[in-house]
């Protein structure tokens, strides 16, 4: 589909949508969820709840959903940590309940970590420098995500920068499919499962919400939303929030300002359309991981240096200590970055037995991270990649005359390395929903998709007294050769992906005990672009590719509901992830074409129990997890190269448990165990036999996959009377191996978190809802390596033989010490 043809299709959908759409009703109260609301409908929609699993359910099937949930939220699961599930696959969801509970500032990463089969960590509890998470032994970039039914993972890597969307006061629900996402989910890199998440509707009535947050580190945090109420048809909500923190260890701040918005227009009671947005622009200094041995002797809190060398002082210093003081500083180490998603949803009702939804998307984001290079002083005419005719240390005098000095102009001077990607994404998902008579339910549509992707890595000019870039965005005060100015780049790289996918899904329900149900989906991926290695210098390189991927995706599963309480289900699913932007590159520099795309096939068997005081599921799993994109290299060229684990294989057991034992009192637990091995040795490149070094073949067989913990488990205490309400939670995570071979490992640890507020009655009719609380993330003040951050294939400890094959470091992020935020609320209507 031409560019031209998918502008007229969004358009298209925008007008259906506007046209006819499914009522949905919204509690007047903000700060509610809308599961409920979502579950008294027949079909639920993706901006309204995120747990769409039952969008296909049948007539029948809808009735025991809604009297199982409503006796599920009567018990307030978990305290909002649980929720009752019908889809015969491992389902999570987080609600409202628990959301409003947790620190403000947290992002979604940070709500998901109680759920069984996540393992979720954090940098900065802020929720200020995005997340680390996995499931099931599947890192992040093999995990789809959406918001409000638009998907949000990067087109190019997969990866989801959490910070960017959304605040936790317009957050509704969280959904986290462990293995096996839903068959019509806008997905071209989920072979590890799904993540999604709702906005809340907009409320009836008119007002302002306000919250204000301070915590250590200076960490302060103001939020304001103003709700219109409704205006005729049309109820809306806009928000704004403005968070600021210094990192907790090393020199920088974080700085993100979001603003969030969603509206809804009620046609009747059949048809209504919502849009939202999320917008975010973050100016942000990066933390670094680090490996063992730089916190062994730098200490826990060190990030990079804080101390910038003015590069005049420099002279007749040792040159690899200017070079290294020089990298390392904190303000060349960035994150600055600017996005936004306008996203529909329109759902509407063609006949009797017809329900359509239509979500058209458009994401744009733009910016990346900063490093440090250095570059050389030159008055050669020669387009020489990191040679400038600048005075770069600022001493007055261009090129390498004072070298007898042994000063920073020989050894090289800093600039601004700014690595930067900008994406243009429009999409549409179109699916409908047809009965046929109670049992039997058909759902069918398409999503589309032709995003494009600019990625860059260019050099900017360094103020040599202070060592700040002199522009932080990089949009300015260029590196240039001396020929023709062009800007320096290490590479330019433009790629083009159009998605096409087609699916298909019928759910039977024979009677009130057996749901079947059985699907296909077919998608095709397709990537086209070109890279160039040092464009505009004296030796620079081009390449082009063009390549494509296709395959059949059959799931099914079978759900026996044994009476009100018990429920047994089965399901499998194949999975499939296009290959990335960067291994599309290097396959096509390699002469590679077509590569082998990661595939799984993922099954659950589990069983749930909603009881009147007890509720609890358990699940155990199998994966087939086929062609693991990894990095190789090839000492022949002194190049990377894109190379696969051929298979591994995970299996487990996820459960958990929630137990209303007082009236105010509730006790959730989860659980996670995980095997998560790889089978086969890894081809890590061509060896060297000039050198005798490898990377050659890694004795990979039977080794346990990097940062998969064996064993997760949480316990929450919690206390609720309405007014006064406590959360205490325990978090214990076993070891993490560091590398692929398995030759480094990080210790277990084990974290406490409390969290308690007090909600005082109204001052007054247009003054209400005022509370106060408190959050402390990390009670006992631990210090642990919390994550793998970079996991090589063989770490630099290695010993014997294994040091004739090339070897790396692992680098880790760190558990925050202890950290407490104070929030402030209330509503004026």
Known sequence: MKRTHLSAAIAMACYMSMGVAMAQTASNDQTQGNQSTANSQQRVNASSTSNTTTSNATQRDAKQLSEVTVQGQSLSLGGGLMSVQTAPKAVSTITR??????????????????????????????GLA?????????????????????????????????????????????????????????????????IGWATIDPSHQGGVDFTQTFGNNDYRRTFVRLNTGDLGPIRSWVSLSDNTADMWRGQGDLHVTKVDGKSVL??????????????????????DGLSK?????????????????????????????????????????????????????????VSDSIHLSVIPYYWYGDGGGGAASLAQESTSPVN??????????????????????????????????????????????????????????????????????????DFGL????TGTPDDFWGNSSYLVYPTGGAVQKFYEEYTTTELKKGFVTDNWTPNDFWTFVAGVSYLYASRQGFTFDYPGSATQTFSNFNNNWHKFLPTAGIKFQLDEKNQFYLGTGKTFRVPSNTAAIFDALAGVNNAAPEMSWNTDLGWRYYGDAISASADVYNSNYFNKQEVGYNPANNAEIYTTIPHMHMRGFNGEVSWKFAPSWTVYSSYTYTQANI???????????????????????????????????????????????????????????????????????TTLNFSAGYRFADFSSWFTKPYIKLNVDNLTDRRALSYVSSAPVLSSAAVGKELNLYNSTAYYGLLQPRAYVVTFGVSFR
Request: aromatic share 12%.
């Open 266 to 287: 009620t046609i009747d009671d059949n048809n209504s359309i919502s849009a939202s947005l999320q917008y975010s622009r973050q100016s942000n200094y990066a933390y």
């Open 384 to 457: 020489k990649y990191l040679y400038a005719n600048i005075d770069l240390n600022g001493d007055g005098v261009i090129g390498n005359s004072s070298t007898k000095n042994n000063d920073a102009a020989w050894a090289g001077a800093p600039v601004y390395g700014y690595s930067a990607a900008t994406t243009w994404r429009p999409g549409v998902l179109v699916r409908a929903n047809q009965d046929f008579g109670m049992n039997n339910s058909l759902e069918y549509g398409f999503w589309y998709e032709r995003s494009r992707k600019s990625q860059v890595e």
């Open 97 to 126: 309940d628990a959301i409003e509970k947790a620190s403000p500032g947290s992002n979604f990463t940070q709500m998901i970590g109680s759920i069984p089969g996540v393992n979720a960590a954090t940098d900065d509890i802020t």
């Open 679 to 749: 089978r086969g040795d890894l081809d890590g490149g061509p060896y060297d036999s000039v050198n005798g070094k490898g990377p050659g073949i890694y004795p990979t067989e039977g080794k346990t996959m990097p940062d998969t913990p064996r064993n997760i488990g949480n316990v929450s205490l919690s206390y609720d009377d309405t007014h006064v309400w406590a959360t205490l939670n325990a978090r214990a995570t076993s070891s993490l191996w560091g590398d692929y071979m398995n030759t480094e490992s990080v210790a277990g640890f």
């Open 130 to 194: 995005n997340g680390h998470y996995s499931m099931r032994g599947y890192d992040s970039s093999d995990i789809g995500m959406t918001v409000n039914g638009a998907p949000i993972t990067d087109t190019g890597s997969y990866s989801v920068y959490a910070t960017e969307y959304g605040d936790s006061e317009n957050m509704g629900d969280i959904t986290v499919l462990q293995g096996i996402p839903d068959i019509d989910m806008p997905d071209s890199g989920a072979s590890g499962g799904h």
């Open 462 to 465: 360094v103020n040599p007294n």
């Open 293 to 349: 041995a730089l916190v062994a002797q730098d200490g826990y809190f060190y990030n990079y240096n804080n101390t910038w060398i003015p590069l005049s002082n420099l002279k007749g210093k040792a040159l690899n200590t200017a070079a290294t003081a020089d990298e390392n500083f904190y303000g060349l180490h960035t994150n600055p970055y600017s996005s936004y998603m306008f996203s529909m949803d329109g759902e509407f009702k």
